[in-house]
C-alpha cells in the first residue's frame, strides 16, 4: 500500500535510480511491515533550480544534492518502526554511492486503510 | 478542492492525457460530491526507470504501465462513496483503451477543509 | 519541516522560479512559525496538458496558468496561522510578476511530528 515519491536530482543515471528504488523498498519490507508485493514508487527528476535547500537545518549539511522520498502509507505503525525505517531507509540509500546518508530526507503521510484501490476500481483493504 | 496528482507513463499523448483528465474529473462529480468546476490536476510523465511496480499485488497483475491517481481531498466522505470514486475512476479511465482496470491505482488524502486557498490568499472553505 | 511541492506551468524560467521559492519559504517564515534554515521545495514544470483547472472556481477567475503549492507540515497550526500564511504567499508570489494572486492554489496536508527524517536516518521531531 505504500505509495512513494522520490524527488532526485536529474544527474542520478538509471542504475542510481534503480539502487535508490531497491534499497527503499527493502528497507520498507525490513521495517515497516511491507509485503514484498507491495510495491510503488514514482521517481521525479529535477534541475538545480527545482530542488531547493537549506545549506544546514538542524546541524546537517547539505553538500550535495539531497533526496527527497515522502511515502503515504496506513496509519498505525508506531514511532519505533517509523525510526526504524528512517535509519534503514538512509544507510540502504547511501549503500549506491550517489547519495549521502545526511542527504535523505524523509515524509510520512498516514491515511485510513480505506483510502487504497490497487486496481480494477476495488477498494480492497476496506472490509 | 481535490488536488489531483496524475502520474504516467511517458508514452501517452495529450489525447490520452486528456481522457484521463476527463474521466477522474467525471468520476469525481457524479460519484464524490464534487462540484463542475472544482477541478484541479496535476499530471507528471514518467520514463520506464521512474515508475515501479511488482508485477503483481493482491492478485492483480500489472502487464502494461500502471498510473497512480492520489486525490488530496477534504475529509468526511464515507467508505461507500470511496468505493464508488474507484470503481467509477477505474472503469472510466479504462474507456479510453491507454491503461487498464486493473492499472489504475488510487491513494486518497484527506484533509481539513480549512486546509485550502483557491486564489488570492483566501481560505474559502475555513469558517 | 515542511515539505513544499510546488508545479508550475513550463514557461517560467530559474529566475522566475526563485522568485516563488524565497517568496514561499518567507511566507512561512514570517506566518507559519518555521525556522529559516527549516527550507525542502521541489519543483515540477508542466506542459499545458499536464495542468488542468476550470476557468473559474469560487468566483476567481484563471486565465493565466496557475501554480500549485501543497506544502507538507506538522499538524497543530490554528486556522488564523493559516489564513496568514494563505493571504502571504499569494501576495509574495504574485510580487514577482509572472503569477497572479488568483492562480495561487494552496494544499497544505498534515502529519504527525514524528513522521519526519532530515537526514542521517534520524527521526529528529520524535521525543
Not at 502509507?73 to 517509523?82: A, L, Q, S
Request: contains cysteine; neutral net charge.
Amino acid at each position: 500500500m505504500p505509495l512513494v515519491r522520490i524527488a532526485v536530482p536529474r544527474h542520478l543515471d538509471d542504475m542510481q535510480l534503480k539502487h535508490i528504488a531497491d534499497a527503499i523498498h527493502e528497507s520498507m519490507v525490513t521495517t515497516f511491515n511491507v509485503p514484498a508485493d507491495d510495491r510503488f514508487q514514482v521517481f521525479t527528476r529535477h534541475t538545480d533550480s527545482e530542488l531547493v535547500w537549506a545549506p544546514t537545518y538542524l546541524n546537517i549539511a547539505h553538500i550535495r544534492s539531497i533526496v527527497f522520498v515522502q511515502i503515504t502509507c496506513n496509519e498505525g505503525r508506531t514511532v519505533e518502526m517509523k525510526k526504524a525505517l528512517f535509519a534503514r531507509l538512509a544507510s540502504s540509500i547511501a549503500r549506491g554511492g550517489a547519495v549521502l546518508a545526511s542527504d535523505v530526507i524523509v515524509s510520512l503521510v498516514e491515511v485510513k486503510k480505506e483510502n487504497w484501490s490497487f486496481g480494477n476500481g476495488i477498494a480492497q483493504y476496506a472490509i
